[in-house]
Nanobody, 122 residues
């Protein structure tokens, strides 16, 4: 069974930065593409970014492109989401997910973490 544990969330002022981490255990990390999704209060969960198994494919949501960067360290079984120039509308619970392909659609991912809260104050 695959387990995903996110960390790095917190409270930050608009314009600030945070780096989220997601550590994967239980199966071979390089077998999985990884994705980040987020869910704001009263809204549906939405795609943020994904990274392929090799790291060569990295799709982003239009709302975060140019501000967020996804990366992975296969030696550490960890995927990261570097978030710069944060805006109040980035406030959400951020989830990492593991699947076979780096897709933007939630149901293509098989395993999910519990989420980490990111709050951006204005």
């Amino acid at each position: 069974q695959v387990q995903l544990v996110e960390s790095g969330g917190g409270l930050v002022q608009a314009g600030g930065s945070l780096r989220l981490s997601c550590v994967v255990s239980g199966r071979t990390f390089t077998n999985y593409a990884m994705g980040w999704f987020r869910q704001a209060p009263g809204k549906e969960r939405e795609f943020v970014a994904a990274i392929s198994r090799s790291g060569s494919i990295t799709p982003y949501a239009a709302s975060v492109k140019g501000r967020f960067t996804i990366s992975r360290d296969n030696a550490k079984n960890t995927v990261y989401l570097q978030m710069n120039s944060l805006k109040p509308e980035d406030t959400a619970v951020y989830y990492c997910a593991a699947g076979l392909l780096a897709r933007t659609i939630m149901n293509t991912y098989d395993y999910w973490g519990q989420g980490t809260q990111v709050t951006v104050s204005s």
